[in-house]
């Protein structure tokens, strides 16, 4: 893994700060896609920096903005030349109860899950199939269990895992495409009781809350220990998918 590249969407902070640490711990260089994050990214970078000089750049984008996810590829191919790995983390979640449901909230939500994925996984398609590169997307549990109160998320996900082994399909040989589904790894940002999140753990048949480490180990495991898999979804949730 040593020197080659991976662009990571959302990687200022939570699941895709943990990833970029650990790849970049394998020797890679990290592409630090943000949108307004640019304090965490830029503090992320310098720490990185520590370790290994000039082995990290960063890239600016909103990924409800199409047009931009194009140069945005081809911003993090020319900084090393190459690009051996996209991993679309970037992600959008929060409640949409029926009957509620605005354009805006549907577009937001469609759009930084599923739509953006697509189009960057297209825009980085000719650099991929160069180097037979790698797509890992962060999908979720609730892609084939939905969340109540969380429709659109939840459809969004699941049409994520779709595209994953569509363009599974679409773009081998060269490049495999796969996807992880976290389950209870990191609380969401906005407000969650304590019960409830005692009753999301109980029902892991792990009965304790993973890590983010969790899932960028099996990310790692993508990148470098799995040129036969493509077109898979690994559940990093304790058991918690298969628990009724």
């Known amino acids: 893994m040593t020197n080659k590249v991976v662009l990571i969407t959302g990687a ?38 520590q370790s290994r000089p ?44 029926m009957g509620a449901v605005e354009d805006e909230q549907w577009d937001d939500l469609m759009g930084s899950n599923l739509k953006a994925p697509f189009f960057l996984s297209q825009a980085a398609a000719p650099y991929l199939k160069i180097t037979k590169g790698c797509i890992v997307n962060i999908v979720d549990i609730h892609a084939e269990r939905p969340l109540r109160n969380y429709p659109v998320y939840s459809m969004a996900k699941a049409g994520l895992v779709m595209l994953t082994k569509s363009l599974a399909g679409e773009l081998g040989p060269e490049i495999r495409v796969n996807a992880v589904a976290p389950g209870a790894i990191l609380w969401p940002e906005h407000d969650m009781d304590d019960v409830t999140k005692q009753r999301i753990v109980s029902r892991t ?38 628990n009724s």
């Open 54 to 97: 000039d082995s990290v750049v960063l890239v600016q984008a909103d990924m409800l903005e199409t047009e931009k996810l194009k140069p945005m590829v081809k911003e993090a191919y020319n900084a090393w030349g190459r690009l051996d790995v996209l991993i679309n983390n970037a992600s959008t979640f929060y409640p949409t109860p």
């Open 12 to 49: 200022a902070h939570r699941i895709g700060a943990t990833v970029a640490r650990t790849l970049h711990a394998e020797g890679m260089n990290i592409v630090i896609h943000y949108r307004s994050s640019r304090d965490a990214a830029l503090a992320l970078q310098e720490e990185l920096h």
């Open 205 to 242: 048949f792990l009965k304790r809350q993973g890590e983010p480490t969790d899932i960028s180990k099996a990310i790692r495991f993508y990148i470098e220990a799995a040129p036969y898999i493509s077109g898979q979804i690994i559940a990093v949730d304790g058991g918690r998918s298969l």
